[in-house]
Structure formats: structure tokens, C-alpha cells
DNA sequence: TGCCGCATCCAAAGCGGTTTGGATATTCTC
DNA sequence: GAGAATATCCAAACCGCTTTGGATGCGGCA
């Protein structure tokens, strides 16, 4: 069943019953209802590939994995971000449409997308420090909002972000606050803004009450419970090692908390932990008591915000830029507790 | 640049620039070439969007996210699944369009992707026993692959599996044979078709081993951290307890781990553990000596072969449907030692 | 030389919608 | 009651590509 089919079947011109069903004023009230009686009864439904063309608009939102960053493919937080996103591109008729790329590719990747037409707009994840798929997105003129912000880029651009600084700066903070004096920092890898950010804070708060910064009491790298343990192990073998850390992962803080058991010790009383929580479904640190103390935001939330706001930019390529700065909340679990 | 202009610049009809393009027979080789590198030096590539209209194919896979499976995107296998998919399916031209549906709006969401015909093709994704998507999907004319088998569906249709209950059975062995004869189960949700099997390998090794089955050392739910920790516990608390499980995954064996070590027990000494492993990159396994004991199958390449099958299919609608098993190897970690 | 087949290219008809630019009643305005 | 505004509908162009059904020219063969 297509539109002339139906037309014809209503008597009408292909012209009433387009407009019709898209809800265009110029028609009569009563043929309105035929039209979409007719169209509910023969179960039709435009053409998305001849609607594409012919509005010169996909529906689709691009996605692009790049297999430099592969650890986004392999991301826990990927499956939550996408359902977010997916979750709101839907409601406004847009599908999520992915695409894999070899790192040296992307920038062709990314052209083609543009040359052949297949999306409309572009979401961008995991932004590094001067990230060039922002000036390139610019060049082709491809809408597009970054999951992030990216340090070093002059130009604007839409964003939405967690305030990573200061979500660790008051994770920091808390520790401090507990007595802590020697705090640990493990990281995610500090390439991505976001774990420079992390840094940045965690720091500050550091410096803001008077304690130095040893970097011998931080690491960075991808956020596997592996590395959550290996890090853990080594800071934990230290000499005067920390007392308390900071962690950039529920992932990372499962790895932690493993090796903090097998020195023996006991989370929350011999070694506070304080995470950062995506609030991944599958991952939940929402028990009646965390077991995690954390700070804590909402990466489907995320995903949400960044699909309307990208849908919004391609429906009006003229508005403003958006940017949203997402506050994380603070949740005290067992994994922390005062000094010794 | 679209095929008119390029064309008027060559001096040629655009039937000749489309077919020098697609590389068809009846066009000079000289032509070709001059065609070829005007296409590049334009940056000219076909509109998808017209070239789905013109040749009825939208070249996008599809795979809908219902809140029925919300377990799905929330489910950390999703990710390097969806990794698997893309990178085999875009070596094809094709991109993967994801959609996220109410769960009583599931048929209409899969008939409105067939009536807009916005996909080729469909991925189902974690059947369940009688899943009545098969039968949907047959209704209406969708080419698709399941991941996974539906127990109870007498049509024939295209699959790709692990074999699960050969995997349970082999784990199940394995503990026996190390002298265990109390093993307990933490399974997925059984109304899962994969859970279902797992259970029955489970099973059939007691079975076959001549030991009883008690249903109190069995469990079943959601995969997670949690629900791990929890059924574990409730296991170690029990007189007359298992020494040895057999559990889902590796998020599920975790928690485990942890209860295990909240009982002061030693995992591998007093307490054998034995997971199904994923293979997944952020959740990895394959230390020198894994951590964990498992039967392993990685999901990428499951999504993988998914992809390449779906595309035959899409290609030539007319050709046998594929069916594959593949098989899970046994890779001995810590977690698991001889019976006390 | 005349006919055929082959190589090469092109005009035009779709694909299934949206949208511009009227046409035709009907209703208002004064 | 005439002219204008309004409501309602339609014909046809267009989106950018693929593909059918020739057209043209040339060499080969009898």
C-alpha cells in the first residue's frame, strides 16, 4: 500500500492525503478522518525511504565507533548511553543509526556519512583534549552535540557534560572531610577530557585544603575491573599508601574493592573508597545503603538530553547552540568512613 | 556534487556515470577510469537516500530494544554484541538502526518498520521459549537471524548459538569430576531460551553423574552484580551448602566473589566457582591464569556471524536459511579446585 | 557489399513521497 | 450583489538515483 494506491481508493489526490496525514491545515476536517481511518485500516504508512528523499532529511542520528576509541564499543557505559539516546530520537520519529571505522578512516567515515546523506546529525562521544572531530564536523557542516566538552577547542559547539570537576572535587572533598589526608586518585585514561577534568578536581580539592599532590597516588587508564584491582594492589603495597581514593568507575571500584580483600583489609573502615556512578542499570549502586559511596549522574539521562537537543538543532540549524552542564549528586554508602 | 552535475561535467548521462560507479560490464574501461577519478576528485558518493528509493533497499539492519528485554540494553554483553554486528555489516554497506519500543507496542514498532521500510533485514535478539516474534516476523515478510534458538517454535528460521547446554553440561562435568557433589546453579532468567538450556546441561551432568538434583541450590534471575552476591550468599548460608557453582556469567560470578569472601571463605580452596564467559573486552577474562574458571564464547563474534548471515539472506531471500552452533571452550582458572 | 553482433552510450520511466502554484467553490465584507 | 478573502483540493514538478529499452557505430563474416 502506498500513497497513490490510497488516493486513489479515497477518491482523493495524492497532494490531500500527504497533507492530510502530516497534519497540514489546508484540509477539510471530515476528509482529515477519512484519510486517517483509511490509512489506520490498510495499515499505511509513508514511505521513509521516499519521505528521505524527498524532504532531503534521513531521520536517521549517526553514531560513529571509532576503533581508536574502542573502549567505547567496549564501554559499560555504552548500553545505557545509547538506550538513552535511542529512548528520545524515537519519540520524534528519528532512528539511531551506528557506524564502525577504523581510527584512520574516521575522517573519511565521517564525509561520507555527510556525502552520501545517511544522517541528518551526529552524536559525538568520548571527547579528548583538542578532539579534531569537532573542527571536522564544522567543515562538512554536520549538525551535531558532543557527549563531553572538549578542552583546547576555541570554537563553540553544542554540548551537554557532566561537571566532572567538581564532582570529584567534592568526592575529594568528602574524603578530606573524613580526615583522610592521604587520598588516592585511580582514573580513567587522561586523554579523554572527561578524566582530565577528574583530575583537575580532585586536585583542586586537594590543594584547597592544604595537602600536597603526589602523583605517586595516582593512575590512569581504561576503566576494567583489572585495572581497578592492579591499581588498587599497587597503592595498597605502598609505604604510607593512601588512606583513602578516589575511583573514576563502579567497574574500577569492583576491581578495588577486590584487591583491598585480598590485603586483608576491610572497605569503609581500613581504606575508604568514593566512585564515580553512571547509575548503569546492570551495574546499580542503588541498594538501600550503596554499597558504594559515590557521586553520581545519570549516563542514559545523558543520552536523553543529547538527543533532544540534537533533534532540535537539525530542526532549526539557525537557533543558539545548547550547552548543559549536569551536576552529579553525592551518596554516601558503606565503602567510606572516618580516618584512622 | 549529485550524479547530474557530475555527469554534465563529464560530457556523459548519468546512466553511464551510475553504471561506471557500480562497476557494470557494459561501459568503456577508459570511461570508467575518467569516471572514477572525477568521482574522487568531486568527493562525489551516491545518495543513499536516493539510491534506497530507486533501488528499494534502505541498506540499514535493524535491532529493536524493547522494555520487555530492558535486561537487554542494560545488559553488558550488549555492547561488544552490537560491536560485532556493526563491523561485519559495514564492510557490507550496511548500517545498523537501532529502535527502542514500548513492550506492548512491540509487533506495531516491527510492522512499522516493515510498512516504512526503513530496514532490510532484523536481528532478534535474546529469544525467549515460543518467542512470538519468529512467527511475527514470518507474518510480514521480514528477512531476519536470531541470536539465540526459541524453544518451541516448530518453523524453520535462520540462528546462530552457542551450544549452552553443551557449555553447563562440560562446566558442570568439570566440578564433578574435581570430586564436587553438592554444585549449586546461578542461572540467567530461565524464561531467557539460553537459561533454559543452561539449566538443562546443568542437569543432565548431575544426571548423568548419578547425583541428585535439589532445586534449593539453583537460583535464577537478572544478571547482575547483585543478584550474584545475593544468591551466592543465600547458597553459603545454607547447611549443607554446595562447594561449587556453576554461574551464568562473569558479572553474576563477581558478586559471587564477593559473598565469598564476605563468609571468609576462599574462592578455589572452599568454594569452587565455574562462570560462562562472555569474552567481553571490558570484562576480561584472559589473564595468564584467568581469574575465573569458564566455559567461553565471545558475543563479537556471535554478532559477527549474525551480521554476515542477515546479509546473504537480504541478498538472496531465496537461499537456505543458516543455522549454526557454536561451540564454548573450557578454559581452567583459580576459581575452582578439588572438593574439600 | 550487406547483415549481424557487440561494445558503448543515452533518454526516459520509474521509486514513493513532498511541495509549489494554481483552480474552484464558498463565505465575507460593505 | 460584486469583489475579495477563505477553505479545500489538485496537477505537476521535484528529490537523486537505478534500470529498462533502445540508438549508434564499428568490425567481422559470408
Not at 20 to 35: D, F, I, K, S
Not at 106 to 116: G, I
Amino acid at each position: 500500500m502506498n500513497l497513490k494506491e490510497l488516493s486513489s481508493r479515497l477518491g482523493l489526490s495524492p497532494t490531500t492525503v500527504s497533507r492530510a496525514l502530516g497534519g497540514y491545515p489546508e484540509v477539510n476536517a471530515e476528509t482529515r478522518a477519512r484519510v486517517a481511518a483509511a490509512a489506520a485500516r490498510y495499515n499505511y504508512r509513508p514511505n521513509k525511504r521516499a519521505q528521505a528523499l524527498a524532504t532531503g532529511r534521513s531521520f536517521n542520528i549517526g553514531h560513529v565507533l571509532s576503533t581508536k576509541n574502542k573502549e567505547q564499543l567496549v564501554n559499560p557505559i555504552f548500553g545505557d548511553f545509547i538506550g538513552g539516546l535511542t529512548e528520545t530520537s524515537a519519540a520524534a520519529g528519528y532512528s539511531l543509526s551506528l557506524t564502525l571505522t577504523e581510527s584512520d578512516q574516521e575522517a573519511a567515515t565521517f564525509r561520507k556519512l555527510k556525502s552520501e546523506g545517511s544522517v541528518d546529525g551526529i552524536v559525538l562521544q568520548a571527547p579528548v583534549t583538542n578532539d579534531d572531530r569537532i573542527a571536522l564536523m564544522h567543515d562538512i557542516g554536520m549538525p551535531f552535540v558532543v557527549h563531553g566538552r572538549a578542552s583546547g577547542i576555541a570554537a563553540p559547539y553544542a554540548w551537554v557534560d557532566v561537571n566532572n570537576r567538581h564532582a570529584f572535587h567534592r568526592a575529594a572533598m568528602f574524603l578530606i572531610d573524613l580526615g583522610h589526608r592521604r587520598i588516592g586518585l585511580i582514573n580513567g585514561d587522561e586523554r579523554m577530557d572527561f578524566a582530565a577534568r577528574r583530575r583537575s578536581g580532585y586536585e583542586s580539592a586537594l590543594t584547597d585544603a592544604g595537602l600536597p599532590i603526589d602523583p605517586t597516588l595516582t593512575s590512569q587508564g581504561a576503566m576494567t575491573e583489572d585495572n581497578g584491582h592492579a591499581a588498587a594492589a599497587r597503592l595498597l603495597a605502598m609505604d604510607g599508601g593512601p588512606s583513602a581514593i578516589v575511583v573514576s568507575s563502579i567497574t574500577l571500584a569492583i576491581g578495588a574493592r577486590r584487591a583491598i580483600q585480598e590485603a586483608g583489609l576491610v572497605m569503609g573502615q581500613d581504606v575508604s573508597l568514593i566512585a564515580y556512578d553512571d547509575d548503569l542499570s546492570y551495574l546499580s549502586n542503588r541498594q538501600d545503603v550503596p554499597v558504594f559511596t559515590a557521586v553520581r549522574s545519570s549516563v542514559r539521562a545523558a543520552g536523553q538530553k543529547i538527543a533532544e537537543v540534537l533533534i532540535r538543532q537539525i530542526n532549526d540549524p539557525d537557533r543558539g547552540l545548547e550547552q548543559e552542564l549536569m551536576e552529579a549528586e553525592l551518596v554516601v554508602g558503606t565503602s567510606t568512613g572516618p580516618a584512622a
